[in-house]
């Protein structure tokens, strides 16, 4: 079965600090994964995407990176802001030749920026 | 642009009653999703759509009905609320083969 496992489950940093989150999957055969961030009361938006030949991604003070390999990905936020105070969830795209339903959901890393 | 909207926001119903709730995209895209998200689980597929007219069952349909009459619209309806649909819906929308969702703002139901 296709799992996608996300840790820490929540996370309290003080502002400024920088901090890591981790995605863990074992879809299979892989597309791309992509991370979203869900501000309290919204819809996930997305972060960034990392498809197969991509080890890292930066957007602004996001950095994602990939290793397909050992099947593991991660969200780096430096310098972090109140802002950035969300939930951040991980999706993983199984190849599934353009098929609406192949998309995977981690319950997602509450993180919490204390001023 | 207002991307994904849904209607309504809140909505508290009764065990039994039944209901309707609305997802809107202006982006043109051919998939439309729903989906609930509950605390401590990751959204779940509920029912899908690939285009106009056409629907299919996603993770956990069960007590639940969609119609896609209109490509910009995508309707989900409970028949007969039961107190474990308690929870947030979300629709989405994405182009053909793109994997971006564009969620809209979500639905808390509360079914008592």
């Known amino acids: 079965k296709n799992q996608v496992e996300q840790s820490p489950q929540s996370l309290i940093i003080l502002e400024g600090k920088n901090c890591t989150l981790q995605?863990?999957?074992?879809?299979?055969?892989?597309?791309?994964l992509r991370w979203y961030k869900q501000d309290t009361g919204r819809g996930p938006v997305s972060l960034t995407i990392?498809?197969?030949?991509?080890n890292t991604k930066s957007n602004g003070r996001y950095t994602a990176t990939l290793d397909a390999d050992t099947k593991q990905s991660s969200l780096h936020i430096t310098a972090s802001q109140l802002s950035d105070s969300a939930s951040y969830i991980c999706?993983?795209?199984?190849?599934?030749?353009?098929?609406?339903?192949?998309?995977?959901f981690g319950k997602g890393t509450h993180l919490i920026i204390q001023p | 642009n207002a991307g994904v909207t849904q209607t309504p926001k809140f909505r508290v119903l009764k065990t039994g009653q039944s209901m309707t709730l609305l997802c809107a995209q202006d982006?043109?895209?051919?998939?439309m999703y729903w989906y609930r998200q509950d605390p401590g689980m990751g959204l779940r597929l509920i029912h899908y759509?690939?285009?106009?007219?056409?629907?299919a069952k996603g993770e956990v349909p069960d007590g639940y009905n969609v119609s896609r009459l209109k490509k910009q619209n995508f309707l989900l309806g409970l028949e007969s609320a039961a107190p474990s649909q308690t929870s947030v819906y979300f629709c989405?929308?994405?182009?053909?083969?793109?994997?971006?969702?564009?969620f809209g703002q979500g639905t808390r139901l509360t079914v008592v």
């Open positions: 989405a929308s994405s182009r053909q083969g793109e994997t971006e969702a564009f």
């Open positions: 995605c863990n999957y074992t879809v299979s055969p892989f597309s791309n």
């Open positions: 990392m498809t197969f030949s991509e």
């Open positions: 999706v993983v795209r199984v190849y599934s030749g353009g098929g609406a339903d192949g998309l995977t």
């Open positions: 982006m043109n895209h051919e998939y």
């Open positions: 759509s690939v285009g106009e007219g056409t629907t």
